[in-house]
């Protein structure tokens, strides 16, 4: 199956949140009304032909690898360190570099990991065109995980947030024949944007569906209920995996 159409943007913040993806995640939450979401998805469900599914992941990118790869930078300091010092200014000293040596990895493997933490260190080791590509195709597994391309009307639609790279990505069936579609895209990113930079998670979301709901009516009206209907369930999906 041929990746569908996609729309990306930057997923701003209101202000810079310390503990990485996961305290931002945890803040977001408590800002959504998780039950006035759902209602808002099935209420659009019910009178358009339309499948809608939003999925906010705590991160969308391959990270495992950064803190070895700190870890090791770190090593090579520490290293360097000992040799120095021992070279320089303990070389009539009776102590051993030998206990520096057996503590140095284990240093670095500790600095490496509470490093990692950071979105910050994360990003900077992922360029922002492969963090780009890394949250479209997680967009697109999550897309036909949910089978939404078995979907015979061809109308599904995913919102998809990624919080670790900062960014907002819609991703819809690629079969969907509708010109208005691209134009559609930009204006609920452009809604979600500017409710998400003032922190007001809830109403972007609720104002991002309702915009959605009376762009999409004329075109796609729910004429009468088909086994299609509510193929996925009207929920607000948590991801992280």
């Known amino acids: 199956m041929e990746a569908g159409p996609v729309a990306a943007v930057d997923l701003p913040v209101a202000a810079p949140v310390v503990g990485g993806s996961m305290k931002l995640i945890n803040k977001i939450k408590k800002k959504i009304n998780t039950q006035k979401i759902e209602s808002a998805i099935a209420e659009f469900e019910s009178h358009i032909d339309f499948e809608f599914i939003p999925v906010i992941a705590n991160k969308s990118s391959y990270v495992e690898h950064i803190s070895w790869v700190l870890s090791l930078i770190f090593l090579i300091l520490f290293m360097g360190l000992i040799d120095y010092i021992f070279s320089v200014h303990l070389q009539d000293s009776y102590m051993s570099p ?136 009207n929920k607000l999906i948590w991801w992280d995996e």
């Open 98 to 233: 030998l206990v520096c040596y057996t503590v140095a990895p284990f240093l670095a493997v500790l600095c490496g990991v509470l490093l990692d933490k950071s979105d910050w260190v994360d990003r900077f080791f992922i360029t922002k065109p492969e963090r780009t590509r890394q949250v479209q195709e997680k967009a697109e597994r999550i897309f036909y995980k949910h089978q939404m391309h078995e979907l015979k009307s061809q109308n599904a639609l995913i919102l998809y947030i990624s919080v670790m790279e900062r960014q907002i990505v819609l991703f819809h069936d690629p079969r969907i024949k509708f010109e208005k579609m691209q134009q559609i895209d930009e204006q609920i990113l452009s809604i979600l944007q500017q409710s998400f930079k003032s922190g007001d998670f809830e109403a972007g979301l609720l104002n991002a569906i309702a915009h959605l709901k009376t762009e999409l009516l004329p075109h796609f009206p729910l004429k009468e209920p088909s086994k299609d209907q509510n193929f996925v369930p």
